[in-house]
Each structure stands twice: as structure tokens, then as C-alpha cells.
């Protein structure tokens, strides 16, 4: 087993910030207030070009997620998504004791608009109240969804939660037309997190923003101070630097992501054009694979006896080319598995 580990699990990004920003608002007296997180809320609203009113900063997107599942599904309400899809979603359901309504989607393939709906017809036939959530791109498969799906998903009548966790590694153009115009829509709300692009996770920082009406609910479904006064003020000076401080790092992920998927597909795993910061396929004997990686000190993504999910392997693209050969290398001597 090699000594060092390259933990490319959990899809986390390399942080934006150094440590002289950092350690610019990481003191005393950030430790001794109690945090405000309205200048960040201040300032997101700037970047989606909204009202501070319709912007909530949130312990990561979790938070957004589940606050959106309790106020707009509830106990006795459903949930309906794509599956398989990032656990969150139905984990929150199940604290809510809101009932989950997957609808199965082949990683990589387009949402199931026309099944959504049809499940989400059920509910209304049944008098209960229900919330969609997409995600743009997906986890696991990495998948974008269209402007007119979204609008077709909008068009149900039920509030819709469009996750955007990872829309910053898609290329230019692709999945165009959501983001924060989707806000035009009615009933849907936009959640994001700054744990990926700005490499943040550790610290929580996400957001939920859309129709003053579902922001002033989701704002009273949780604590008053969900961010501490260091991830309030991380996520301030993060979004201070702007895009193009992000720019190298997110084209570099994206130049890592399609010679991945290629090199997965040239061992012989199932691998398709995702847009998300990592690659998945389908392999021969996934368990093996993660094991032969983990000798070699890589770790990967896989879901053991989960339905729909069991011959999956997920990498994250590392975003630093030395660690993205010491990657290819594994995989190379790990092939037999693939």
C-alpha cells in the first residue's frame, strides 16, 4: 500500500483560496461573534442578479436540499427524483417523513421527464404535495438536463429544486439556459454549494435562491445560524475573486475528465461524456478495481450491492496534472478489472 492517498471519492474540489486570504478572517474575533451571513447572501445575489431576499446561504447544499424537502414535500408528502442519484435526496426524504418516488434513470442517460411527470400526477390524483429535484449535472452519471425539461418538470405545478452543485465544470454552452434564469420559472428553486469549483467542503458553504415566497419558507425551516462566522466570511472572499480565478483550475478538470473517460473506455469499462468534475463507467468487477486502485493509494467511488449502481466506478478528475498521471498509471496496472 502506498503511503501517500489520492482521494478522489467524494468529488471535492482544490481551494480557491490561499492561506494568506485565509488566514486574513480566521481569528479571534471571527471565532468570538456570532456570524452574519447576509454580506454573502449580499453578494451572491450580485452574482445571480437578485434581490438579497431571495438568496439564502446555507450549510452546503445539504442544507438547501433538505430544508426544500421538509417545507415542500413534509411528512405525508413525496419526493420524486431520478435514481440513481446523489443519496442526499432520499436520505432527506426519509428524515422528513416525506415518501421518496425514484424514477430510474441509466447513468448517463437523458432525465425521465415524461416518467416524473407521471409520478408526480399520482400525487396530485392523490391530494398530497410533492417536490421534484433534478440535478445539473447528475451524480453519478454527470449528465445535464435541457432548458425545456426543466420547463416541462416547472410545468407539473409543484415546486421543483434544480441542483446545480456542479454546473461549473460543464463546458461552455452545454446544459445552457438553466442556472439563474431558470428563476424565471415559477416554483423553481436554484441550490448550489461552493464545496467543488472553490474546493470548500470542508467549511459547508451553499446557497438556495428563487421565488421570495419558498426563500422566506426554507429560511425559517432552519436554525438562524447555519454557517459559522468563518465559512460566512470563506465564502465572501471566495466569490470576491471572481471567475477567472477559477477558470485554470475548472479547464483543467475538464481537459482530465474526457481523457479519463477516454482511458476508462479504453480498458474496456462502459464510459460515457459526463460534465460533472469526474468520470464514471461501468466495470467488470468494481470491488476488485477500487481495491487494486487503493493498493496503489488511489481511492475511488463505488456502491457496493446498491441497486442500479453495483458495477459502477466513480473518479474524481484531481485537477493537478502529476496526480492525474499517477491516476492513468493505476488504472493502467489495474486494467484486468476494468
Given amino acids: ?55 439564502l446561504a446555507t450549510a452546503g447544499a445539504d442544507d438547501a436540499i433538505d430544508r426544500a424537502v421538509r417545507c415542500l414535500a413534509g411528512p405525508g408528502g413525496t419526493v420524486v427524483s431520478a435514481d440513481p442519484t446523489f ?23 437523458p432525465y425521465p421527464v415524461a416518467e416524473a411527470l ?23 452519471g454527470g449528465a445535464v438536463l435541457g432548458r425545456a425539461e426543466l420547463e416541462e418538470l416547472a410545468g407539473s405545478g409543484f415546486p421543483v429544486l434544480l441542483d446545480l452543485t456542479y454546473a461549473a465544470f460543464a463546458e461552455a454552452g452545454v446544459g445552457a439556459g438553466l442556472a439563474f434564469p431558470s428563476l424565471e420559472l415559477g416554483g423553481v428553486l436554484v441550490a ?13 458553504i451553499g446557497w438556495a435562491c428563487g421565488p421570495e415566497g419558498l426563500v422566506s419558507r ?13 465559512a460566512a466570511a470563506a465564502g465572501l472572499a471566495a466569490l470576491e475573486l471572481g471567475e477567472a480565478a477559477l477558470e485554470p483550475f475548472l479547464a483543467e478538470v475538464r481537459r482530465e475528465r474526457a481523457l479519463l473517460e477516454a482511458a476508462l473506455a479504453g480498458l474496456g469499462a462502459r464510459s460515457w461524456p459526463g460534465q460533472a468534475n469526474f468520470a464514471t463507467a461501468l466495470v467488470r468487477e468494481p470491488r476488485r478495481l477500487a481495491a487494486a486502485l487503493a493498493s496503489a493509494g488511489v481511492r475511488v467511488r463505488t456502491w457496493p450491492g446498491a441497486s442500479g449502481m453495483d458495477k459502477l466506478i ?14 492513468v498509471a493505476a488504472l493502467e496496472a489495474a486494467k484486468e478489472y476494468a
Fill in 218 to 230: 426554507l429560511r425559517e425551516a432552519g436554525p438562524p445560524y447555519s454557517l459559522s462566522s468563518v
Fill in 1 to 55: 500500500m502506498s503511503d501517500a492517498v489520492l482521494r478522489l471519492d467524494a468529488n471535492e474540489g482544490r481551494p480557491a483560496l490561499g492561506a494568506e486570504a485565509i488566514a486574513a478572517f480566521l481569528g479571534p474575533e471571527a471565532l468570538r461573534r456570532y456570524p452574519d451571513a447576509r454580506p454573502l447572501e449580499a453578494a451572491l445575489a450580485r452574482r445571480m442578479g437578485l434581490p438579497p431576499s431571495r438568496v
Fill in 192 to 204: 448550489g454549494s461552493l464545496s467543488k469549483a472553490f474546493g470548500l467542503a470542508g467549511l459547508r
Fill in 314 to 327: 466513480r473518479i474524481t478528475c484531481p485537477g493537478d496534472r502529476a496526480e492525474f498521471e499517477t491516476l
Fill in 118 to 140: 407521471a409520478a408526480l400526477g399520482r400525487e396530485r390524483a392523490a391530494g398530497r404535495p410533492a417536490l421534484a429535484i433534478a440535478a445539473s449535472p447528475d451524480n453519478p
Fill in 87 to 109: 443519496v442526499e435526496y432520499a436520505a432527506a426524504a426519509a428524515r422528513s417523513g416525506s415518501r421518496y418516488a425514484p424514477v430510474f434513470r441509466a447513468p448517463g442517460a
